[in-house]
């Protein structure tokens, strides 16, 4: 009842959004979107005997000449889909703002979302698709006094499903382009500079007699700069001495207290077709949380599994495939400390990411008559080097140098039109995924794999789309392969099915040799979209971005509807 209420209350706002607009008394706008699933089978599932689930979201803003008020209906019902945090639970309202703007200044009270730089000591985001929305409820102010400064100051607790984090966060930035000052006149140059701080009462729950702070620091400083083909960014994070996480225990103590830094790089330029972009990272112990114990979910997780309570962002800096197939072993960044073993303990992660785009010219030999694009990558990521001890917790680690490796990608991709209604892209992947290090298994994994789409135009409408792949990999579930075929009848209407076969499974029974096969269909008109699908969710790790949840596997029917008005 309480999701038809406020389905009603939606339908409501979009009948007096015209009626609102002639008297000039502002506008309503927001969106409705509902994704829902029919399990008909899932696994590893026992605690969780709802088969039908959805997750919906109502978003009502008012906006009035400098004013902006806004709420979010949430409804997780009877649960939430498979593996979103428990949290995510019931019918309530999710986040609720508002909002003053003028040319300099804009105030904000309620729920926010903010970043400052790359986001390494904050980000408060949202991604349905990843259960993650980590607002801030409490006020920010942003205030831009010059066309070259900017400054946000801001205070609030986090939210964790319909409640916030025990945790207080307050903090600024403070952004100032130096051009004009510089006489640059062909080139642009920014800094930055940043603080968030977190305060969080420490009882005797945590621990006796601690030899830590309440609060938190961090800091960051940043750098941007850019002149002709050229651009380059630096930046700078340190987190101050905190309790680290023992993740085995879900506890903390006062013989495991350490710093936490970052540091990341990128150098590029881009002219006459060629693309060149290099990115490197170090960080160490910067897993930065609102709470600083998670809450303990289920057998053997916690709240942090699901990326709750996270204050900062660090997400893998690796190609983002695709292909079905090269998503099977994808990479989460390793930011933070985590001793699992004698032999496994880690203290972050080094490493980067090279991209090499290239395009031949139409009219010559490579580049034929429409033109030929070449994509290079190359991803590589390991543990910081140095020396570790379990018993006691420390560590102590080089600058320079790595550790274990935790994964590799090497990727070339060639695209190429053939004529006016046809093109094609060829893609190459090889990885190494160090299984035992990044998720706790058993082996790690090489793999190869080939992957080719076909993208046919009929009309300026319609269009039909095939793509092939196969992985040979020498562990874990071994060889796979799989395909897809999508047909777009015009603008709003088309539909599609996928198969991937685990045919080369020797891990474990015969019966898992099967086909995860999804078949399904979208219709849009205008702002709204309609998706229906059956078929099997491979179980593993979903991503967006490089951000990833896991999902079990499991079977049914999915429906999916958004629109905005």
């Known amino acids: ?13 979009t009948l007096t959004l015209h009626a609102q607009e002639k008297k000039d008394m502002g506008r309503f706008f927001g969106g409705f979107e509902t994704n829902a699933q029919r399990y008909l089978e899932f696994e590893n599932d026992e605690n969780s005997p709802e088969y039908f689930r959805s997750n919906n979201y109502l978003q009502l803003n008012y906006e009035v000449k400098k004013w902006t008020f806004g709420m979010q209906v949430e409804s997780y019902e009877k649960q939430a889909l498979l593996n979103y945090y428990p949290g995510f639970d019931g019918t309530n309202v999710a986040t609720y703002f508002a909002k003053y703007k003028t040319k300099k200044l804009e105030a904000t009270a309620g729920y926010f979302y903010e970043q400052f730089g790359s986001g390494m000591i904050l980000r408060a985001w949202e991604d349905r698709s990843l259960g993650i929305n980590t607002a801030l409820r409490g006020g920010k102010v942003f205030y831009k006094p010059t066309k070259d400064i900017k400054f946000k100051a801001f205070y609030g607790q986090q939210r964790s499903g319909f409640k916030v984090s025990e945790g207080h966060l307050y903090g600024f930035d403070l952004e100032t382009n130096l051009s004009d000052l510089l006489s640059f006149e062909e ?22 007699h601690p030899s830590f702070s309440p609060t938190t620091h961090a800091f960051s400083l940043r750098s941007a700069f850019s002149q002709g083909i050229f651009y380059s960014s630096f930046e700078a994070n340190y987190k101050s001495k905190d309790a680290t996480l023992n993740r085995i225990t879900n506890s903390i103590s006062n013989d495991f207290i350490n710093d936490g830094n970052a540091l990341q790089f990128n ?30 979910v289920g057998l053997n997780q916690s709240s942090l599994d699901y990326s709750d309570k996270v204050i900062n962002f660090t997400p893998a800096l690796t190609k983002q495939h695709h292909s079905n197939l090269a998503n099977i072993y994808v990479y989460q960044a390793q930011a933070g400390v985590e001793f699992k073993s004698n032999e496994i303990m ?46 006691p917790a420390q560590y102590e680690t080089n600058f320079f140098g790595v550790g274990e490796k935790y994964f590799s990608d090497f990727n070339i991709e060639v695209k190429k039109q ?76 088309s539909v599609y099915a996928m198969d ?13 040799k099967k086909h995860y096969l999804t078949i399904g269909g979208a219709y849009r008109k205008g702002a709204t979209r309609v998706a229906l699908g059956y078929g099997r969710q491979r179980g593993g790790l979903v991503c967006v971005g490089g951000v990833c949840r896991f999902v079990p596997e499991s079977t049914g029917i999915s429906l999916s509807f958004n629109t905005a008005f």
Do not use: C
Not at 270 to 283: C, H
């Open 1 to 13: 009842m309480k999701l038809i209420n406020y389905i009603l209350v939606f339908g409501l706002s």
């Open 187 to 208: 080139a642009d140059f920014e800094i930055g500079f940043s603080n968030v701080n977190r305060y969080e009462k420490i009882d005797q729950s945590m621990v006796l």
């Open 267 to 296: 150098l590029g330029i881009a002219k006459d077709g060629l693309g060149i972009d290099l990115t490197l990272r170090r960080t160490q112990n910067m897993l930065f949380t609102s709470e600083r114990i998670p809450e303990a």
């Open 346 to 391: 880690k203290s972050g992660e080094t490493g980067g990411q090279l991209d090499v785009v290239y395009e031949f010219a139409k009219d010559t030999k490579l580049g034929g008559k429409y033109g030929t694009k070449l994509a290079l990558n190359y991803a590589s990521w390991y543990n910081l080097p140095g020396t570790y001890r379990a018993v």
């Open 418 to 493: 053939f004529s006016e209604n046809s093109r094609a892209s060829f893609l190459y992947v090889n990885q190494y995924y160090n299984k035992p290090w990044v998720e706790d298994a058993s082996h790690d994994v090489n793999t190869h794999i080939f992957y080719g789409e076909w993208i046919y135009s009929l009309t300026k409408s319609k269009s039909i789309r095939v793509d092939v792949e196969h992985m040979w990999a020498d562990a874990d579930f071994k060889n796979w392969m799989g395909g897809s075929m999508e047909y777009n009848f015009n603008e709003k209407f």
């Open 500 to 512: 991937l076969i685990n045919y080369g499974n020797t891990k474990d029974k015969e019966e898992r």
